[in-house]
């Protein structure tokens, strides 16, 4: 099984597929920006990483188990900003795009890329390739409609 949580384009950064159950939010502006879910009985914690009051915004989510969930929840002040900056360190995150809060494409990002780069390049890199890839296809698509 993939330690990789699935996105529902269309869905809510914060439950990102109908299944998805909200176990606890941690933090939240106008919507949660960093929580704990469970989709299909695995817990991810997630965490609105850039455009928190913006149209267009950056989500990451990292599998975490439940010792490691329960630690964070049980985390004050700052233990649990470095608990939560924990789980997502040293494993294949999920990178998601959203607009007007509603998941438009996502990624992998592999932990190397993280370590080598940084958390919001190695994201940021990742979702412009799928983007780029996504223009290319809506340009050949075009093309082949209007032959």
Known sequence: MSDLIRLGI???PWLPTPS????EVFDRYNMPTAGLIKQDDRLFVFDCVEGHLM???VWVYAHVDAAEARTIQEAEGDD???LFDRAF???RLMAALAINARLRS???VEDEAVK???LLKAVFDQLTTGLDIASETKNAMAQLVNC
């Open 80 to 82: 649990f900003t470095r």
């Open 10 to 12: 269309g869905e809510r």
């Open 116 to 118: 080598r780069l940084g």
């Open 89 to 91: 360190t040293g494993k």
């Open 20 to 23: 998805s159950e909200t176990v």
């Open 106 to 108: 996502g990624t992998p």
């Open 55 to 57: 149209e267009g915004n």
